[in-house]
């Protein structure tokens, strides 16, 4: 449920020092993918266990390098049971990382959902283990990741927690967020501005829509939302219920546009977003 305590505040974020080099031309295709999980800080007061998606080809990590998306999962959640959107994603060539934090997943020792406060620092934390990754050389990921370009996603409390990392002073890699029937934290969409897509069921009796256009209506840079007409909470991020396709379409022509500087996604975007009797759809963008 929708607590007050989610609008307590957030975790830190990283210096806006960062300047995203030109991105690599947008896949024309689609991937295999492969998914593989670590854990950061393992013997820390606070470990931090993350799942990744990334694309492939002939069983090894695909040639190239690939933007980044963190994606944060909700309350009494964990990444897995959002692998019908994340797989699909990392096929159209996106590297996406999901933590499991500690204190709201599904089967924590002590479950706290006052926690999403700090969830954005742990959502830098991947970024920043990623960058070390990145550079090492030595892991399979090395030299495949455009950490020049990262988008922040996440589904209801991980909606917060993806607000929550657009806090001042956060750094201009961060290049896109999407929220999906989540709204903002305090602090939230400061600093660099970056578009920003929020998708809410305009039945969702958990965070009302209400709540998510309160978001977008905050929001001082490019934004869109996408409302699915007549859903609840989320049953439109699973694989062939209602409203799937045209939110898989919309996300991904977002991430492309955002990520990739694809314009072709941009123009799509909108048609994409539009489903008489499914979706409807606004924006403040440029594409």
Do not use: K, N
């Not at 201009?172 to 998708?199: D, E, H, K, Q, W």
């Not at 939110?247 to 941009?266: E, K």
């Amino acid at each position: 449920m929708l607590l007050t305590a989610l609008v307590a505040g957030c975790g830190p974020a990283t210096a806006a020092t960062d300047r995203p080099a030109p991105a690599r031309a947008a896949p024309t295709g689609t991937y295999a993918v492969a998914v593989r999980t670590f854990t950061i800080d393992a013997r820390a007061t606070r470990p931090l266990p993350v799942t990744v998606w990334y694309p492939t080809r002939a069983g090894a990590v695909a040639d190239g390098r690939f933007p980044l998306v963190v994606y944060s999962h909700g309350l009494q959640s964990l990444p897995e049971l959002h692998a019908g959107l994340t797989t699909r994603w990392a096929a159209a060539g996106f590297v996406v990382a999901a933590p499991t934090y500690p204190h709201t997943r599904r089967g924590a020792v002590r479950f706290d959902r006052a926690d999403v406060r700090h969830q954005p620092a742990d959502a830098w934390r991947v970024v920043r283990h990623l960058l070390r990754l990145d550079s090492g050389g030595a892991d399979p990921l090395a030299g495949h990741l455009d950490l020049t370009r990262i988008a922040a996603a996440g589904h209801s409390a991980g909606g917060f927690t993806t607000a929550g990392m657009f806090a001042a002073g956060h750094s201009a890699r961060l290049r896109a967020g999407i929220v999906l029937a989540g709204g903002g934290l305090a602090g939230s969409f400061a600093g660099p501005t970056a578009p920003v897509l929020f998708v809410h069921g305009t039945d969702d009796r958990i965070v009302p829509v209400a709540v998510g256009r309160a978001a977008y209506d905050r929001t001082t840079g490019p934004a869109a939302f996408l409302s699915v007409l007549g859903q609840g909470h989320g049953e439109y991020l699973i694989p062939g219920r209602p409203g799937f396709d045209p939110v898989l379409a919309t996300t991904i022509d977002f991430l492309r546009w955002t990520l990739y500087d694809d314009p072709a996604a941009g123009r799509r975007l909108p048609v994409d977003a539009r489903s008489p009797g499914v979706t409807a759809y606004e924006d403040r963008l440029t594409p």
